[in-house]
């Protein structure tokens, strides 16, 4: 519920946030808020806050009455929106806000009071109902115990981005000694074991939000996330396993308390979305991972073409089609797909399908969805879960009406992120003997580098699109640093990769 300021002030008299806030570096940290804060899903007009409260000794159990104030990002903040909630474990003490009323593109300060104590001050931003460009920061895979957030810290130290875009695998589900713990940093997380019930991925979460290069990138910038499998478990399907129907619940409820998306009422809550930058360009953040059919095998071609398999399901296709029809129809420019899984054509043509789990395995969805693109236009398609960088023009046919020295026959490019900690898509000698041997066989890959994390920058204007990959260092140490990797161009109406 919101109230207005001279309320507020009053109900708060002689509280830490009895005062307009103000962005502040290198704020202490809060005893009661000690996972920091949160903004996510923004909207032109609306924004979600978030932040947990962590209860003293004795309180495990109690609720408790949060405050919540934002203000204009000004010399002289003004409040502009400000009221309370009230947590309790039933959602592990995290409070979520809907903040509405707000105007498009502007910058606003938020902060939470409870106990006596103030959370950090975080600062968000609004969509522009006009823009002529957008700045975002694409980032999957991060593994807590693998290694430092590098690139969480190195994009903060940055200053120059809108919105972050998570594409999936937030956390990992794995026991400690899985996957990725061979840097010796002493990074494990909690509980030992591999998650599965509530309390579990309640408390990987907690782990994850510890970190502090996240929290300041959480505090510095809104968030428009998706999860991938990880969220639940590896190579996680609609169907899942014996016990899946729980697990899976508690992983989405854990994933809602804990992650700045918005939430609808009612029985009918799904994770695809859509956000409008103006007339600029529409991205529909995709969940290509719940709703799925479960995989087969590489070689079952009949299978794989069964044109009743989804990798997204029924109705969220016919959503996107819908979507990206209407935006196109409305004078929008640029069509942008967050979504998890490579999408272009991993496998040499007529052998089996080197990665199932991909949209490869899914070969009838992914030709509609091919045609769907050809028929909007100025479309790029930005996934994750690769552990690597790459750069793809997609054609309907790599191997047959597509001409890789012009990039004829190209529809719509593909843009995958590397991973923020996770293990290397490349180990070892593989860079001078399986990537030659990848981009050999594949006509339409324009880059690949599969030996370092970092993270994407997409720069959006009316006539191109600018993809920079930037390589972060070992993540054995903490560092903010980061190096260039490659910057390929998209022209408006020329749907190919140019190297930049």
């Known amino acids: 519920m919101s109230v207005t300021r001279r309320a507020f002030l009053g109900a708060t008299a002689g509280s830490v946030l009895g005062y307009p806030l103000a962005l502040r570096a290198g704020q202490a940290a809060s005893r009661i808020f000690s996972h920091g804060v949160a903004s996510g899903d923004p909207l032109a007009t609306a924004v979600v806050i978030w932040t947990r409260v962590t209860p003293p000794a004795g309180a495990a159990n109690a609720r408790i009455r949060v405050r919540w104030q934002v203000t204009t990002d000004s010399e002289r903040p003004v409040v502009v929106r400000a009221g309370t909630a009230t947590t309790s474990a039933q959602r592990d003490h995290t409070v979520k806000v809907d903040v509405e009323g707000l105007e498009p593109g502007r910058t606003y300060n938020y902060r939470f009071e409870a106990l006596g104590d103030a959370s950090p001050t975080g600062r968000t931003r609004t969509l522009a109902l006009d823009t002529s460009h957008v700045r975002l920061a694409v980032v999957s895979c991060s593994n807590y115990p693998a290694g430092y957030f590098n690139a969480y810290a190195a994009i903060a130290r940055r200053e120059d981005v809108d919105v972050i875009l998570h594409l999936g695998d937030y956390i990992y589900e794995f026991a400690n000694g899985v996957f990725g713990d061979g840097t010796g940093i002493g990074r494990v997380h909690q509980p030992d074991r591999e998650a599965t019930s509530l309390d579990d991925y309640r408390g990987r979460y907690a782990t994850y939000r510890s970190d502090p290069d996240l929290q300041e990138l959480h505090r510095l910038y809104p968030f428009i996330a998706v999860w991938d499998d990880h969220e639940f478990a590896s190579n996680a399907w609609a169907g899942g396993v014996d016990g899946w129907a729980a697990r899976r619940q508690a992983a989405m409820r854990a994933y809602l308390e804990w992650i700045p998306v918005r939430e609808r009422g009612g029985g009918d809550f799904h994770l695809y979305r859509s956000f409008a930058f103006g007339n600029l360009a529409t991205l529909a953040m995709l969940d290509t991972r719940s709703l799925r059919d479960g995989q087969v095998f590489a070689t079952d071609m009949q299978g794989l073409a069964d044109p009743r398999r989804r990798l997204m399901g029924a109705r969220q296709e016919q959503w996107l089609s819908g979507l990206l029809h209407g935006s196109k129809a409305a004078g929008t420019t640029w069509s942008l797909i967050g979504q998890q899984v490579m999408f272009s054509p991993f496998t040499t043509k007529g052998l089996p399908i080197k990665n199932p789990d991909a949209w490869d395995g899914y070969q009838a969805e992914q030709a509609r969805v091919r045609d769907l693109f050809a028929a909007v236009g100025n479309v790029a398609v930005l996934t994750g879960d690769m552990h690597s960088s790459w750069a793809f023009d997609v054609p309907r046919d790599p191997w047959d009406s597509y001409n890789p020295d012009s990039g004829a026959g190209s529809i719509a490019v593909e ?18 003997t399986l990537g030659p041997s990848i981009v050999r066989s594949l006509p339409h890959l324009k880059f690949l580098e599969g030996e370092h994390r970092g993270y994407l920058i997409l720069d959006v204007t009316p006539t191109r699109l600018e993809a920079t990959w930037f390589l972060t260092p070992d ?5 903010p640093e980061a190096s260039l990797g490659a910057t390929f161009v998209v ?10």
């Open 475 to 479: 993540v054995g140490r903490r560092s």
């Open 415 to 432: 843009l995958i992120a590397p991973a923020v900690s996770s293990q290397p898509y490349f180990t070892g000698d593989q860079k001078d």
């Open 491 to 500: 022209e408006a109406g020329r749907p190919r990769l140019v190297a930049g």
